[in-house]
């Protein structure tokens, strides 16, 4: 399996499930009576202990118990999906909320490990770097509040975006969604600046989005999010592990 692969690898593994919406994205699920809602979070918890299982099995470090779930998170039912889930999973357990401001208002987080986010904020314009910058330390104040206020640490579920020009104005815009000149130093040096500001006591962890398990993707010319053949890779082996070049 890939988390075998991956720890055979020496690396640590987080099992991240997320519902992927054609043409739309996990936030927006939103079940429109009482029944349908205890029909989705039936299905859903049953599925979520199917992949905790699995997880368990395999020695997984993390499970993330949703993501970005954003107009679901207020529902009581999570309460027994986090109890099935630590029924099932024996470690950490963890749920990614979207951008700062679900994190500020998922109940539930008393219940888990660690509050688990993903960051995708607006950035401005390309070429401000300080602008991108000033927004960066304010998410990560918001978080360092929220970290202080509830005693639990932080992972940084998602940072990434496009090596696309004109990414940073919209940074969860996908591929399929505009089309734009590739520009790979754009995508590593934000991905520089979020490091570089992530890099404090309350942040246990980052990930990026994304590595794909094809390891022909990416490349210089492709103007998606995987920083495969990019100038941003060269940013995280430089991150972490020392392995420092120029992009």
């Given amino acids: ?43 859903y918890n049953t599925q979520l202990e199917r992949i905790a299982r699995i997880a368990a099995e395999e020695n997984a470090e993390a499970l993330a118990i949703g993501t970005e779930l954003a107009k679901t998170t207020q529902r009581p039912e999570w309460i027994k999906i986090i109890a099935t889930a630590r029924t099932t999973f024996p470690r950490k357990l963890f749920y990614i909320a979207h951008n700062a401001e679900e994190a500020e208002l998922v109940p539930f987080w008393q219940m888990l490990d660690a ?36 005693g639990k640490p932080i992972l940084v579920g998602e940072i990434g975006l496009r090596s696309a020009r004109g990414a940073a104005a919209k940074p969860w815009e996908s591929a399929e969604e505009r089309a ?8 590593a040096d934000v991905l520089a600046d979020w490091l570089t500001v992530l890099n404090r006591p309350s942040i246990h962890g980052v990930l990026i ?22 100038s941003a890779e060269s940013v995280l082996a430089c991150a972490w592990t020392s392995a420092c070049s120029k992009p």
């Fill in 1 to 43: 399996t890939a988390i075998r692969q991956a720890h055979r690898l020496g690396f640590s593994v987080v099992v991240k499930p997320h519902i992927w919406v054609p043409e739309s994205w996990a936030g927006a699920i939103e079940p429109s009576s009482d029944e349908s809602w205890t029909i989705w979070f039936a299905r």
């Fill in 115 to 150: 509050i688990g986010v993903s960051l995708y904020p607006p950035l401005g314009a390309d070429d401000d770097q300080a602008g991108r910058i000033r927004v960066m330390q304010d998410v990560a104040r918001r978080l360092d509040t929220l970290s202080i206020r509830l």
């Fill in 180 to 187: 734009a000149p590739a520009d790979p130093k754009l995508q």
């Fill in 209 to 230: 989005w994304r590595w794909l398990t094809d390891p022909t993707a990416g490349g210089p010319g492709d103007t998606d999010f995987t920083v495969q053949g990019k």
